[in-house]
């Protein structure tokens, strides 16, 4: 596949942005009277308000067409299938991996070790070395790339 900056969706974007660079957001406003109700999403009691910002309908659907010119769904069900997406280090990506029940309750029991350890080597009852404490660092740091085996 060609860059994404030469992309005919890319340039098209890039076109609009130039079209509309220069729009305030009265304008918009004025132009798209339900643009306050219509450019709002809400899920899992988080408000999202996109209505403040120099975009059209024009935009998101040069938007999307830009997701969908460079694959976009096919990557994200890549990443919560597990696939190894993450070229740099040749993995999963960790934030859906820890999403898996069995890698949330080992990262969860890692947590807990480390702040225990942590509690008792302030408190100055510490039975675990900073060798271990570290051990345990890179545990939990790790616990992930195990999520899809």
Not at 78 to 87: L, Q, Y
Not at 120 to 129: E, F, L, P, V
Not at 135 to 140: G, H, Q, S
Request: charged residues 30%; aromatic residues 6%.
């Amino acid at each position: 596949m060609a860059a994404l900056t030469e992309s005919p969706a890319w340039r098209a974007l890039e076109a609009h942005h130039r079209a509309i660079g220069d729009v305030h957001l009265r304008t918009l406003f004025a132009d798209d009277p339900q643009r306050g109700e219509r450019m709002t999403a809400e899920a899992a009691g988080i408000y999202f308000d996109y209505s403040k910002n120099r975009i059209t309908r024009d935009t998101l659907k040069l938007l999307l067409d830009l997701a969908n010119a460079v694959g976009l769904r096919d990557r994200i069900d890549a990443m919560f299938r597990g696939d190894k997406i993450n070229v740099s280090e040749n993995r999963a990506v960790l934030h859906v991996a820890l999403r898996a029940p069995r890698v949330l309750l080992q990262a969860r029991r890692t947590s807990f070790a480390k702040a225990s350890a942590c509690h008792d080597i302030r408190s100055s009852r510490a039975s675990i070395t900073i060798f271990e404490l570290l051990r345990l660092e890179v545990a939990r740091t790790h616990l992930a790339r195990f999520a899809f085996l």
